[in-house]
């Protein structure tokens, strides 16, 4: 079965049926190719909630580059995992800067693109697609999406201050990682080790 | 008066839940020998709280308290209506049993340095389902299971509040299958209450002490 979480290349030089896209659809659902960081920018602000790994180029040869779609990107949502795919083979201090210019923008890996690196690359999307099927909010996020879509917007919790949240907003909250979502990330890891503390106990 | 009910049930948000909360402690404590006064959201301050539970003296009662809270008060429509440095000595000799956000932070200590018995609330802010969500009985029958067993039951306050805290596993164990996300809400509640002071009293012990 294909993985549902989309993959979205914001790359200007990659051609639509390019080995790397044909083999990235034997495996997933949507794999989307954007050739600007306009349209890529775009793209992330309507589907930030839905489960994404993006393969993101840095010289776009425009007034934005990568750094700064990655920067509205982490604007959106910190649950998008972001694999820098660069042809440039920079020199070490040059290499250094580019990789420090990412500090604190949670990229999960940085490729530089040569023809012997094409599996380096898949190998890292599907260990980014392995972070994102093995974390807390991406067992949360099934839980809700099997729920009907009446259940999913009818209010469903009231925190402290009132708010009222359905499913589909606290799906939102752990997306955008928010204090909330957070918060009811690490409820849900606290029940998990509570629930196997008590069978083991059981045992 | 042996008990004491303030709830804040008009409360837009919360209002809801704690309703539930008091109306359960108020058919539990439905009995002929039991005198019991209840406070709701338009009676609901600091000079009447502090008026009704001056009229007992120093004589013992069971003061239960359903409403939003901070780290130092109990709050209706954003107003005081039990506070650490409001009506603290008003309390003496009391079982006191509230569901707020935070009081068991400041709120109990004071009013246990100022003659409560024994205080069992909630340290941090907790979350509560919607008001048409069927599982918020769940949260209800939790939250009164502690007054439940120190009433019916006849245990000590800490027995009680073990009793509460084997309800919360016992609730979170069923509900677990069904609905991990609320279920997780149901544990930071659980993990959220504490009890101060005089953990050995009983019913009787403390009504024997008129």
Known sequence: MKSNINIIIIHDDIKPRSFLITKLEESFQNVILIDNPRDGITYVSKHYSEKMIIVLDINFGEEIDGYGVLEKIRDYSYLIEVVILSAEDLPGTQMIENVNKLFGFDTFDYIIRKPKNQDKLIQSIFKAKEKIDNSISSAIDKWIEVRDRDRRNKPYMIDHKGKSYTLDDIKKEINMQTTEGMQIEKNITMLAIKLMMDSSQKK | ?210
């Open chain 2, 1 to 210: 008066m042996n008990v004491l009910i303030c709830c804040d049930e008009e409360d837009p948000t919360v209002g809801h839940f704690v309703e539930l909360c008091a109306d359960k402690a108020h058919e539990i404590m439905d009995d002929i020998d039991i005198e019991v006064e209840r406070l709701n959201s338009v009676q609901l301050s600091a000079s009447s709280v502090s008026k009704v539970a001056n009229r007992n003296g120093d004589a013992p009662f069971v003061c239960t308290a359903f409403s939003h809270g901070t780290d130092n008060s109990l709050l209706c429509n954003s107003d005081d209506y039990i506070a650490a440095n409001v009506n603290q000595h008003s309390f003496r000799n009391v079982f006191f049993y509230t569901w707020a956000c935070s009081t068991a932070n400041n709120l109990g200590g004071v009013l246990i340095a100022s003659g409560c018995a024994t205080y069992i609330g909630y340290l941090e802010s907790v979350r509560i389902p919607s008001p048409s969500d069927a599982i918020i009985d769940i949260f209800v029958e939790c939250a009164i299971s502690g007054l439940r067993a120190f009433w019916e039951d006849k245990l000590t306050a800490v027995d009680s509040f073990n009793f509460m805290l084997d309800t919360f596993d016992e609730k979170i164990d069923e509900l677990s299958l069904e609905d991990p996300l609320a279920t997780s809400f149901l544990l930071e509640h659980q993990t959220s209450i504490d009890i101060l002071g005089n953990e050995a009293v009983t019913w009787e012990a403390l009504f024997d002490t008129i």
